[in-house]
């Protein structure tokens, strides 16, 4: 990962934590706040609606206190106080005061709670009442919650129970409003706010009907089962949390039996809607601030790292070996003064490898002036001698003249020949062409180099050198132009048969390499020390006696043209081994 | 002398008293008595029974009034709108001498409620009174006419379940006859475990009518629920199968309630067809059998081989308006308007 990918990580990570904090905070007091303003809210809604309980239980009292005051139901007492009270004429009376009244269950009973007139069951006259009545709840003539069977299962009602005195005895007027969906309806509240009714037979309703989902409402309820107290929990109905909704459990008991609950439902719908509008637009918003942050850790990265990617490229240049390379920092901070640094070294490096040419060729000229003099020198001095030498027969022997003439004048031409060798040496290494590049196949200019030196491996008076070949058959194509690569492998190969003397083992191998084709020429001879290696390729350095230094020069000039590079390893009596890499042709 | 003179009016005005009350108490010719029924029937047709026994009676009733005796009786037929209305004439060729009333005009298909309100409007002189509200009727004052018992309301117990008897019996024995007589038929009828009324049969009271619910119980233990039915419109029949249901429940028998072809038992009302006790258990199944005895035998079988519960005999009333005189009902509900006048006809 570079710097500069770093940095803008760092940078928009800062960023985006920042603003995903801030919007955390946000959302999280704003929750709070919510919070708190439904708690009020549903304490509101909870307090109001038992008001209208309470109101509702008054009604069913004032109901039931205006049936028992009705004068069919002064007749019933009357009847009660006969000795042999006859209440047939009355078995439809309960329910015409329940007609009346508007009420969904009335009963008229016998002190013992024997029905003499039902509403709700006709036919049960004569039989006890079936309905949850305590005594409390006759002597306290108080409206009480009850649960009174019905053909379509049990129903939980409000109810209010009135005796009615007509002499020595009396009779009851039980009359009850159901809770049941219209009674939900009947209750005024809040837009908003829904009534529910959980009766403990298992069944949930609203004012519309049975509700939908009721399993969602199994652990609120779990609790009321238990607790008998009231109870609150969040509830989503659907998977849209815009259905949830803030339910407080109010238990419906008489005595210690658990009647149901009312449940009521305040909407969390526009609480969602609000906590998710917030969401979206902190996530908008923080979305934004991310970019922007991006965008700001990108513009600062830029303007941190582009001094720094300068420096690298700088860098990069100098060491491909452009040492002109300036570095254009106008900042005063620490990477301006880098880049100054890196300025003043480059100009330093180009002051020093100037300085160090000039040495270098001061010094060659030196050694090529001794060379050429040393060169020349040895020619010329049986030249002079040579030619001494005539005179002085000439003077002195004249009978030998002729003799002396005939091996001077040898002798003069084969010095004049050696002249001409040295100069025709340093001329083509003066005149070297730039190579033509074709695809040639190394193991094979190989092959066909080692050919030329097959005679001289074994002939006589010469000692004898085992060639040996070590070639790869694949991947070893290269650009090249044959007849000066075979140039350098034939001076490669003369230097290691020079270098065995007495005779050794020349290997030569190729080989193919992660896109490089390396050439490896092996003598065994006296080997090289760690200074002649270093100094090896410099023109006109020779370790023999007779030679110009231009060989190895001539090699190390063909591989550079060649784009490649060469190595020489070894150790003093234990051979050298000269090293071509050369770049595999690409679609090899 | 003023003496004499107030005595004289006195004596005078006793005896323009009396002459009015006679008058008043003869018979008067002319008037039309109109009845609403809450059956109705589409034919006049004698070989077109109907199944319901409302209707049957009805029909009954027409045909005796209008066709009887070859075209002789007291009246004959001067308008028909099938299941709607029969207007009725008076025959004046009537072989037992013109009736009282001009016409007669029977308004069908009335609901007890329509025809508690013709009443009340005085746009009807004659309509049905259902039991329940007859003896508060007769408290108020009103002029009501009852037959004999002529109706007789059993449950039919139908199907093939092996245990069907036992639940019959059980049945039979949970059903608190009393209580439904005394509350429901307001003290009307008469509690039977018998097809034939007492008045018809004699033995009627031989067939047992106890309540024994620790018995039932017994019988009934374990035993699947029963499907009920009953005709839903009749406020009686429905008000009876309610407590009947009650009384089930307490013996340990559920009865649920269900459509009659899919029903376990049925509660009917049959009408009682004949004031001969032979032909009428004829007409309900039986054997025809003069000797009381042998009469008694065949409605016990009838009674096993339908596997019937009868539970009541009960008689048909009607509300009359104070100006009907001598409506008088037959033995077995059957009306006799040849004898009905109006006050207010012409004397």
């Keep these: 990962m570079t710097f500069r990918t770093r940095l803008l990580l760092v940078s928009s990570l800062t960023v985006a934590g920042a603003v995903?904090?801030?919007?955390?905070?946000?959302?999280?007091?704003?929750?709070?706040?919510?919070?708190?303003?439904?708690?009020?809210?549903?304490?509101?809604?909870?307090?109001?609606?038992?008001?209208e309980v309470i109101s509702q239980d008054r009604e069913v009292e004032d109901k039931v206190q205006r049936a028992a005051a009705s004068g069919a139901v002064q007749q019933i007492a009357v009847e009660a106080n006969k000795s042999e009270p006859d209440f047939s004429t009355f078995v439809d009376e309960a329910r015409a005061q329940a007609d009346a009244q508007a009420l969904d269950f009335l009963d008229i009973l016998q002190p013992d709670l024997t029905i003499i007139s039902s509403a709700s069951a006709p036919a049960r006259f004569g039989y006890k009442s079936d309905w949850l009545i305590a005594p409390d709840d006759v002597s306290a003539a108080k409206s009480f919650l009850t649960r009174i069977p019905t053909d379509n299962g049990t129903a939980v009602a409000f109810a209010a129970v009135h005796a009615v005195s007509v002499g020595d005895k009396s009779i009851l007027v039980v009359g009850a409003r159901k809770l049941d969906p219209p009674f939900l309806a009947s209750l005024g509240v809040a837009p908003g706010v829904r009534a529910m009714l959980w009766l403990a037979s298992g069944e949930v309703m609203d004012a519309s009907g049975p509700v939908a989902n009721q399993q969602n409402l199994a652990g609120l309820l779990d609790t009321v089962r238990r607790t008998r107290q009231k109870a609150f929990a969040?509830?989503?109905?659907?998977?849209?949390?815009?259905?949830?909704?803030?339910?407080?459990?109010?238990?419906?008991?008489?005595?210690?039996t658990l009647l149901g609950a009312l449940l009521v439902g305040t909407s969390l719908r526009e609480q969602v809607l609000l906590e998710k509008g917030i969401l979206w637009t902190g996530i908008g918003v923080g979305g934004a601030g991310i970019l922007l942050g991006v965008l700001i850790g990108f513009w600062t990265t830029l303007r941190v790292t582009r001094p720094v990617a300068q420096l690298v490229s700088g860098v990069e240049a100098v060491a491909g070996g452009d040492w002109n390379t300036r570095v254009r920092v106008q900042s005063g901070d620490e990477i301006g003064q880098l880049a100054g640094a890196f300025n003043k070294m480059t100009e330093q490096l180009i002051e020093q490898r100037d300085r160090a040419i000039q040495a270098e060729r001061v010094a060659a000229w030196r050694e090529l002036a001794r060379r050429l003099a040393h060169e020349l020198k040895n020619p010329l001095f049986p030249l002079q001698i040579t030619i001494e030498n005539l005179q002085r027969a000439r003077e002195r022997h004249a009978e030998e003249f002729d003799e002396v003439f005939r091996e001077?004048?040898?002798?003069?031409?084969?010095?004049?020949?050696?002249?001409?060798?040295?100069?025709?040496?340093?001329?083509?290494?003066?005149?070297?062409?730039p190579p033509e590049f074709e695809a040639v196949n190394a193991s094979a200019l190989v092959r066909e180099v080692m050919k030329l030196f097959e005679a001289q491996f074994h002939a006589e008076g010469r000692p004898c050198i085992e060639p040996m070949l070590e070639l790869a058959e694949a991947n070893v194509e290269i650009s090249a132009d044959p007849l000066q690569l075979s140039r350098a492998l034939r001076n490669l190969m003369l230097n290691a048969m020079d270098?065995?003397?007495?005779?050794?083992?020349?290997?030569?191998?190729?080989?193919a390499d992660d896109g490089t084709v390396r050439i490896a020429v092996s003598d065994s001879g006296q080997g090289l020390s760690e200074e002649e290696c270093a100094r090896l390729f410099t023109p006109y350095y020779t370790t023999k006696r007779h030679g110009t230094g231009l060989g190895l020069a001539i090699v190390q000039s063909v591989v550079s043209d060649h784009h490649g590079r060469i190595s020489v390893s070894g150790q003093p009596g234990r051979g050298a081994t000269f090293t071509i890499e050369l770049p595999a042709r690409r679609n090899a | 002398m003023r003496r004499t003179l107030s005595r004289s009016i006195a004596v005078i005005s006793c005896l323009l008293a009396a002459a009015a009350l006679v008058a008043a108490r003869r018979p008067h010719y002319g008037g039309t008595l109109r009845i609403d029924v809450s059956s109705a029937i589409g034919s006049l047709d004698p070989a077109d029974v109907p199944t319901d026994p409302a209707e049957a009676a009805l029909k009954e009733n027409i045909l005796q009034e209008a066709f009887d005796k070859g075209g002789a009786g007291p009246f004959r037929v001067a308008q028909w709108e099938p299941m709607k209305a029969l207007t009725l004439e008076a025959n004046e060729q009537a072989s037992s001498g013109r009736p009282y009333l001009d016409r007669v005009e029977i308004r069908m298909g009335r609901s007890p409620r329509d025809q508690a309100l013709d009443f009340e409007l005085s746009k009807a002189d004659v309509v049905e009174l259902p039991l329940s509200d007859l003896r508060r009727v007769q408290q108020q004052g009103g002029h009501t006419s009852e037959s004999s018992p002529c109706m007789v309301i059993?449950?039919?117990?139908?199907?093939?379940?092996?245990?069907?008897?036992?639940?019959?019996?059980?049945?039979?024995?949970?059903?608190?006859?009393?209580a439904i007589r005394n509350v429901l038929l307001q003290r009307q009828g008469e509690i039977s475990g018998a097809l034939l009324p007492q008045w018809l049969s004699g033995y009627a009271f031989l067939f047992p009518t106890a309540r024994d619910v620790t018995r039932a119980q017994e019988l009934a233990a374990s035993a699947a629920p029963l499907s009920f039915a009953w005709d839903g419109r009749d406020a009686l029949l429905r008000s009876i199968a309610e407590r009947i249901i009650v009384n089930a429940a307490e013996a340990g028998i559920t009865l649920r309630p269900a459509t009659a072809s899919q029903a376990d038992v049925r509660l009917a009302m049959v009408r009682i067809g004949s004031d001969d006790a032979g032909e009428a258990l004829k007409a309900l199944g039986g054997a025809l059998a003069a000797d009381p005895l042998k009469l008694y035998e065949a409605e016990r079988a009838l009674i096993e081989s339908r596997r019937l519960v009868p539970l009541f005999q009960l008689p048909v009333a009607y509300e009359l308006s104070p100006n009907v005189h001598a409506w008088t009902t037959g033995p077995i509900g059957n009306w006799r308007l040849e004898d009905v006048w109006l006050e207010g006809g012409k004397p």
Excluded: C, Y
Excluded at chain 1, 500 to 510: A, C, H, I
Excluded at chain 2, 159 to 175: E, P, S, V
């Design chain 1, 20 to 51: 995903a904090l801030v919007s955390g905070a946000v959302s999280g007091a704003t929750r709070r706040a919510f919070d708190r303003i439904s708690e009020e809210r549903r304490k509101g809604v909870t307090d109001q609606f038992q008001r």
């Design chain 1, 234 to 256: 969040t509830v989503q109905w659907t998977r849209d949390p815009a259905t949830a909704e803030s339910i407080v459990a109010l238990p419906l008991v008489h005595g210690d």
């Design chain 1, 408 to 433: 001077s004048t040898a002798t003069l031409l084969a010095e004049m020949q050696n002249l001409k060798t040295i100069v025709g040496q340093f001329s083509d290494f003066a005149k070297m062409p």
């Design chain 1, 499 to 511: 270098a065995m003397p007495e005779g050794g083992t020349l290997r030569v191998s190729t080989e």
């Design chain 2, 154 to 178: 059993a449950l039919v117990f139908g199907g093939h379940r092996a245990d069907l008897d036992k639940l019959r019996q059980a049945t039979a024995l949970a059903i608190d006859r009393q």
